[in-house]
């Protein structure tokens, strides 16, 4: 459709014009779903050659609630994670690709630092698992076999070995997968192993997710201070995990919380804190 609407501008206005807009290598305009923790979310059309920080920080309006740029992930659900180092690279077909990235299907999704790189990288590793169609075995098994690492690490039960046997299967999937599908979908988890390592090693030698979004490796704690003791939480929580009263004040119970989050969703004091557990 986004060819369709260039070619018919080309025929109208010459391709001599069309060359004045974005890069020498990649002429023309980007259409994105910019997305994720931003203040103005939308679709937007920028010239190639913007950089991912005018478009975050410019169009975007920067961070939600102001908290710190974590990554972005260009290129919807096989698209890799770039972080803040490359805030100012610009957006075009050949800088994303050299970073491990592609413009893809226009995604363009902004995470801060609440988010959890590896349970990133298996929201979207998840996506393309369940769309590989099943005919070619590295598609169809390899992510299989990815996901499950990737869970194994997210909830607390990954091994040293896991972070070299996701990069052999992901360049397994990526060069011998039959269409674009599988060859792509192994970026988001090469892509945040290559520039978030740091935080796959914590999840498996100390159990340790600083986002504090893994289940097990954070606690939710009420700030009483806060609390006007409306028991929503209590009432929406399908675990029992809330103890307490509206006369008593209320609790959360770490032994039998889930980590469902809806608590957190629907207090209305935003009276809930979310601590990593060491
Ligand atoms: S996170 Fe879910 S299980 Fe835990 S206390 Fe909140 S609502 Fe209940
Ligand atoms: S929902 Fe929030 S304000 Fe209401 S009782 Fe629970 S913690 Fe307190």
């Given at each position: 459709m986004k060819t369709w609407a260039a070619v018919s501008w080309i025929l109208q206005h010459g391709s001599a014009k069309f060359r004045t807009i974005g890069t020498e290598d990649s002429p023309g305009t980007a259409i994105f779903s910019l997305t994720g923790n931003v203040k103005n979310a939308g679709l937007i059309e920028v010239a190639m050659g913007t950089t991912l920080r005018e478009v975050i920080y410019g169009i975007g309006g920067g961070i939600s609630k102001d908290r710190a740029f974590k990554a972005v992930q260009t290129g919807g659900p096989s698209g890799g994670c770039l972080p803040a180092q490359f805030l100012d690279t610009p957006v075009d077909y050949k800088t994303l690709s050299e970073l491990g990235s592609i413009m893809g299907s226009g995604g363009m999704v902004v995470i801060d630092d609440t988010t959890c790189i590896v349970d990133f990288s298996k929201f979207f590793l998840q996506f393309t698992q369940q769309e590989s169609?099943?005919?070619?075995v590295p598609c169809r098994e390899g992510t299989l076999r990815m996901l499950e690492i990737l869970e194994r690490i997210t909830t607390g039960k990954?091994?040293?070995s896991d972070i070299d046997d996701l990069l052999l299967l992901a360049e397994t999937v990526g060069s011998t997968s039959l269409c674009g599908l599988g060859t792509t979908a192994p970026n988001p988890v090469v892509s945040t192993l290559r520039y978030f390592r740091d935080e796959y090693i914590q999840h498996i030698s100390n159990r340790y997710c600083s986002a504090g979004s893994c289940v097990g490796m954070f606690e939710l704690v009420i700030d009483h201070n806060k609390?006007?003791?409306?028991?929503r939480c209590q009432r929406g929580?399908?675990?029992?995990a809330i103890s307490g009263s509206r006369d008593e004040g209320f609790l959360i119970l770490t032994e039998s919380c889930e980590g469902c989050r809806v608590c957190l969703e629907t207090c209305p004091q935003n009276a809930i804190e979310v601590f990593p557990v060491k």
């Open positions: 169609c099943g005919k070619c990954g091994k040293m609390c006007n003791n409306c028991s929580c399908s675990f029992d």
